[in-house]
């Protein structure tokens, strides 16, 4: 009983690490970012399972050293009403090689980019890639799926 006493101790404590961390990490990741000249663009057209709601699905177009490379990702929820389809630009940090840019992206920070606002994120894969995105269209709020976005390069 004691041992699971101390686990549940231990576990409360690493989330408030965590949450911590996350509260006063990302930020300065984000500006730090912010200030690294940027590696390339993405045009991402999202086409959504339910007007307003739901998970999106879509495709997009990745410029990276003088190249465009297409790609699929799965997990950007766009809210706002009406839209079925919505547009979404963005700059790409950190990367350096084009198979860098597959993975899963997580929220490194909510509205912290260029044009920030509730239609802007920026997130971010294992290989410290990080995009920052904005919709196009007015009236839209850009969000992550609970497990994030996926992102693959098509052939």
């Known amino acids: 009983m004691k041992n699971l006493q ?6 409360g404590e690493l989330t ?6 996350i509260s006063f990490g990302l930020p300065l990741f984000t500006a730090a970012a912010e200030d690294t000249p940027p590696s390339g ?24 050293a003088g190249h465009q ?7 950007l929820q766009v809210l706002g009403l009406g839209y079925s389809q919505v547009t979404a630009t963005g700059t790409v ?22 044009g920030s606002g509730p239609a ?6 294992p290989q410290d890639v990080m995009i920052s995105l904005h919709a196009v269209q007015e009236g839209v709020q850009l ?13």
Not at 16 to 21: A, V
Not at 41 to 64: D, K, R
Not at 94 to 105: D, P, R
């Open 6 to 11: 101390e686990t549940k101790a231990l576990l």
């Open 16 to 21: 408030c690490m965590t949450l911590l961390l």
């Open 41 to 64: 663009m993405v045009s991402i057209t999202a086409t959504s399972v339910a007007v307003g709601v739901g998970v999106q699905w879509g495709e997009g177009m990745l410029t990276f």
């Open 69 to 75: 490379y297409p790609f699929s990702l799965q997990g």
């Open 93 to 114: 940090y950190g990367l350096q090689n084009v198979k860098e840019f597959e993975g899963v992206y997580v929220a490194a920070a909510a509205g912290a980019a260029a």
């Open 120 to 125: 802007s994120v920026v997130m971010q894969n």
């Open 143 to 155: 969000t992550l799926a609970a497990g994030g976005v996926e992102i693959k390069l098509r052939p």
